[in-house]
T-cell receptor, first 115, second 112 residues
Framework: EAQVTQNPRYLITVTGKKLTVTCSQN?????MSWYRQDPGLGLRQIYY???????DKGDVPEGYKVSRKEKRNFPLILESPSPNQTSLYFC??????????????FGPGTRLLVL | GQNIDQPTEMTATEGAIVQINCTYQ??????LFWYQQHAGEAPTFLSY????GLEEKGRFSSFLSRSKGYSYLLLKELQMKDSASYLC?????????????FGKGTKLSVIP
């Protein structure tokens, strides 16, 4: 089944404790992206990657890191989480080969609470 | 970033028709998506418009006017399961044409 997976789905952590949220897609998509979603603010892009070893900042990159060593994986790293990073996070992937072209497919989401 | 405007909330009755509007800045426009998102779940693709006009897909239709920077999503024969947020997302050309800018979403409540 074609899908985007994220782990963990739920996470409670404390300020300053490094964490990684994994994202994996099995559709051979070249493009992957991370969003955060907060009430009243909608979906905001954190980082994106056009292909392996190519990453770039989105609208709200502060406090986050990403890497794209393999096409299928795009982990999101919070080196020193803070309470303002409490949010619902979505990973998405797309490709010029999808119909419609470049439709983004979303993972199930990771709900993060930073105490 | 580019502003995408859509109403925050709407309420409609089961069996009725509802229209959710979306306006956007036209400069660099490449295409427009509508996504449906149930509470706490991932957004799922509904429709895509790149040319002017109406695209119909079952109970859902989406309209685009490129010159006016305007789109709407039309939901017919509303069902309770249509209660969700509807996200308008615009694809702008630029550094990477994959980039989507999302509106804040319209929360639709369907009442009996």
């Amino acid at each position: 089944e074609a899908q985007v997976t994220q782990n963990p789905r739920y996470l409670i952590t404390v300020t300053g404790k490094k964490l990684t949220v994994t994202c994996s897609q099995n559709m051979n998509h070249e493009y992957m992206s991370w969003y955060r979603q907060d009430p009243g603010l909608g979906l905001r892009q954190i980082y994106y990657s056009m292909n392996v070893e190519v990453t770039d900042k989105g609208d709200v990159p502060e406090g986050y890191k990403v890497s794209r060593k393999e096409k299928r994986n795009f982990p999101l790293i919070l080196e020193s989480p803070s309470p303002n990073q409490t949010s619902l996070y979505f990973c998405a992937s797309s490709s010029r080969r999808t119909v419609p072209q470049e439709t983004q497919y979303f993972g199930p989401g990771t709900r993060l609470l930073v105490l | 970033g580019q502003n995408i405007d859509q109403p925050t909330e709407m309420t409609a009755t089961e069996g009725a028709i509802v229209q959710i509007n979306c306006t956007y800045q036209t400069s660099g426009f490449n295409g427009l998506f509508w996504y449906q998102q149930h509470a706490g779940e991932a957004p799922t693709f509904l429709s895509y418009n790149v040319l002017d006009g109406l695209e119909e897909k079952g109970r859902f239709s989406s309209f685009l006017s490129r010159s006016k920077g305007y789109s709407y999503l039309l939901l017919k024969e509303l069902q309770m399961k249509d209660s969700a947020s509807y996200l308008c997302a615009v694809q702008y050309s630029g550094a990477g044409s994959y980039q989507l800018t999302f509106g804040k979403g319209t929360k639709l409540s369907v009442i009996p």
